[in-house]
């Protein structure tokens, strides 16, 4: 491929274009300052507004979320995994029909793999702006995102409304919905029957890692994460591990699926038959099948890098081993 080729696909951290008016929640109190990034794939936004860094579908989606202190990410559920891992901050996950079923605290580098079915939402509880990573299992992640009924009747009282074909109208923009659009209908209280209310205890165990166990364990191969055999055992469509510095071979190699790095601590120098570049904490590479690739830290210091690899294995609900 030509060097041209290889740099757009390379999404640095400084020039992600983030999406004020992605969801729903958008002019609720609370939830209006965050921000959605829709980097490798379609993603799950309902505004035109959003733009999108890479359009090929390679099997999962790469997005993110930014947020200030105290701002909230509103209930929701996916049909497919959502994966996050802090970038920077400290992110307070809390999950149920009303948010009160169980919650986790998670810390820079730590990975959430989020049940498929239940209500979920994080908000940011540091002092400063953070950044969570995000993937989405599925060319189309799952179809969209399912909204709890109070999330949607919220809304509407600060002018958006989600019409049932998955888009935002804004009535303070003086916009309804077209000739022959419903609204989303709400989830009546027997169809949220059918959503799971797993405790902390169910969760934590089987869901999260933590970063500097991770690390440890990649001491002498990268650590299996997300996988049938990792230490979140899923079969998503992807599979995670983390590379430390001494963890991966430099050794030229190939791979016959889509590979995305995602850069968490240090800097890595990857070669792609023959480009050479540098990849940061944030920057995400999307890496074809079949070309050769050499990863090596290029600085000393901590290093870190997530690598998630699409699989044969359909998107879908999570996996029960």
Known sequence: MQANDMTARIVRYGDLKPCKTAFIDAHTPGSDQKENFTIIGGGVSESADQHVHITDQIGFNIGAAGQPPKCRNSLHSHRTAEVFFVLSGRWRFFWGRHGTAGEVVLEEGDIFNIPTGIFRGFENIGTDYGMIMAILGGDDAGGGVIWAPQVIEDAQDHGLILGENGKLYDSKKGQGLPEGVNPMPLLTEEELKAFPEPTTADVIPNYVARYWDMMALADKQPCDVISPTGLLKDKPGFEVELLSRTSVSDAPHTCDQHE???????????????????????????IPPGVTRSI??????????????????????????
């Open 260 to 286: 995305v790095l995602m850069g968490m601590k240090g800097h890595w120098r990857v070669t792609v038959d023959g480009f050479d570049t540098a990849i940061a904490p944030g920057d995400t590479f999307a």
């Open 296 to 321: 090596k830290p290029a600085m000393t210091g901590q290093a870190s890098l997530y690598r998630v690899r699409a699989t044969e294995d359909p998107a879908g609900l999570t996996w029960q081993s």
